[in-house]
Nanobody, 121 residues
Framework: QVQLVESGGGLVQAGGSLRLSCAAS????????MGWFRQAPGKEREFVAA????????YYADSVKGRFTISRDNAKNTVYLQMNSLKPEDTAVYYCAAGYGLGGQNEYDYWGQGTQVTVSS
């Protein structure tokens, strides 16, 4: 069992930056791939970024590639999402998730409660 708690969301102006954190409980954090997803009002939840258990492989949605960076610190049981050059269309609730795959949402077994990111124009 893994519990995930996101933090770091907030209100930022377009062009600004935020760093999201996701703290995981449990001693098996390092065995999981981790992902970030987001859901904007009236839209379905979508993939943002993912990182392998070792941190050696990362994947990004085209919409955030070059602006967002996912990383992890297995010693701290934490995964991060550094978000730069934020745009109003990045406004959403951001969720972290843990699983054994790096594919779609159905490959993730555990989900956090989400943190709100609002980007003003």
């Amino acid at each position: 069992q893994v519990q995930l708690v996101e933090s770091g969301g907030g209100l930022v102006q377009a062009g600004g930056s935020l760093r999201l954190s996701c703290a995981a409980s449990g001693r098996t954090f390092s065995s999981y791939a981790m992902g970030w997803f987001r859901q904007a009002p009236g839209k379905e939840r979508e993939f943002v970024a993912a990182i392998s258990w070792s941190g050696g492989s990362t994947y990004y949605a085209d919409s955030v590639k070059g602006r967002f960076t996912i990383s992890r610190d297995n010693a701290k049981n934490t995964v991060y999402l550094q978000m730069n050059s934020l745009k109003p269309e990045d406004t959403a609730v951001y969720y972290c998730a843990a699983g054994y795959g790096l594919g779609g949402q159905n490959e993730y077994d555990y989900w956090g409660q989400g943190t709100q990111v609002t980007v003003s124009s």
